[in-house]
């Protein structure tokens, strides 16, 4: 088994992010993240704190918007529509959930696509879906969701081939299972989405040359599942009594599967870095 | 095997379309479907001509705007901004391919989503790429293209199941295999997408209780990619020497499929009506 670390593969790309960023600062363009972050939910405030510190690390500029959780929808928009004219403002994150009256899809519809850099906006998913090829979707500096983008590049940056291969993707979720497999299925795999009703699901991941969890369900994923060699991506992250965990049984799997990402350290590691990533390519477009 | 005669259920369909536009005109509600037809391609004016054969048949208005090849981008922009302005017109459907010069893209990014009953726009694609569900894609009434919507229809009217039964789509073209795995999914099947690449092509196909193939290929499936009693549709539309075929070989496949379209009068003889069935929900809107 060969472990892919998602922790040390980010760390590289920091380094050539910065490097980018400062070649980027000399020809006079500086990018800009804008963050958005409605309420006090505790778990959304690391996130974006910890998405503001990246930005301090790479030379980012950033521009941080608490706001209270009683804002009106209207209020929200009119902030959003503002960094959207803003030409300092590269990148904008509106740090989802949001409180439960408003709605994320009139907010996030209201995004400009081109700074729209968690690729949340239906014109960003569609443009992705229609893309013909993983070449396209670089050349054309489509936005590619940052998680599911993660995955992709831990599979370059070890070397696996997908082209031709099997892929397994369990889940179907808009921000991870859907995107992960439009990304594989433009890289050439063949690519099957199992979920919930899946019958005999353990038998349909046996197929897999690459299996890319992302349930939620934690250590749903074990040995009976895999194929001797095969790839395990676990992009779960869930907290149990016992700490984090991926929806892998990361113990049960090792000894059978060929690669393996490990949680914490493996894809979600990978999130921030390919956030930033987005938001130099959105100030660089 | 029992055949899947699209053109019957494709005849009933009109005839409840028919019924449901004499509703609306009683309210005052006047659906109309304007057609683009840029250049002198047999084929695509043979496609326009029958949309609009279709739209007198059932009532509805049409606006046909034949242009000439060598009009530029920005003049067809403006045909349909117009168009988009028109509240006589409740769909905008622009043939395609367009001549070489033209982007397709460019022009089709510019019908409003409101009126893309082709559904060809990102922002379309990607709302329904997000539904979580068949019933959310038709309680928001979103735009589905509309051969997919016709395979939809088919398994429908036939009472086929689709939750939980695996589904292979042969294909992952914008219009066909790309949309029918999303639509496929949202019905609760687990969706393989294979394609050229795709190894074992066969072997994939026969574990399949449904095959859909969309690969433009004459007669291509045949039984060697069957399980005995799965579901063969055939969204292929072939000119040979010998006439019209789709993608399966339907006299090889017939013995052993439990349910298959014909070619043509299968599949083919719903996406007009489907046409139909979008500029209607337009116009409802």
């Not at 910065?18 to 778990?43: S, Y």
């Not at 594989?184 to 063949?190: E, I, K, P, V």
Request: net charge positive; hydrophobic share 40%.
């Amino acid at each position: 088994m060969q472990l892919i670390e998602g922790k040390k593969i980010a760390a590289q790309m920091k380094l050539e992010l910065k490097t980018r960023v400062e070649a980027m600062k000399k020809r006079g363009i500086e990018p800009g993240l804008a963050t958005i972050l409605v309420g006090e939910d505790p778990a959304s405030r690391v996130y974006v704190s910890n998405k503001i510190k990246a930005c301090q690390e790479l030379g980012i500029r950033s521009f941080h918007h608490p706001l209270p959780a009683d804002l009106t929808e209207e209020e929200i928009i009119a902030l959003i529509e503002n960094l959207n004219a803003d030409i300092r403002v590269s990148g904008i994150l509106l740090q989802l959930p949001l409180p439960n009256k408003l709605s994320a899809d009139r907010c996030v519809n209201r995004i400009s696509p081109l700074k729209d850099i968690d690729s949340l906006h239906p014109f960003n998913i569609g443009k992705l879906c229609e893309a013909k090829s993983w070449n396209e979707i670089l050349e054309r500096q489509l936005f590619i969701p940052c998680t599911p983008y993660g995955v992709m590049i831990l599979l370059d940056k070890y070397g696996i081939e997908v082209s031709g291969k099997n892929a397994v993707v369990i889940g179907r979720s808009n921000l991870g299972g859907k995107p992960v497999a439009t990304l594989l299925l433009s890289r050439n795999a063949t690519v099957t989405i199992a979920h919930s009703r899946t019958q005999d699901l353990p038998g349909v991941c046996r197929r897999a040359d690459i299996i890319v969890a992302v349930i939620g369900k934690p250590r749903f994923v074990t040995k009976d599942f895999v194929k001797p060699g095969a790839v395990v991506i676990d992009v779960g992250i869930n907290r149990t009594e016992t700490g984090l965990c991926g929806d892998v049984d990361f113990d049960n799997v090792k000894d059978i599967a060929g690669w393996i990402t490990p949680v914490p350290g493996g894809v979600g590691a990978m999130t921030i870095t390919m956030l930033m990533n987005n938001t130099i390519m959105a100030a660089s477009k």
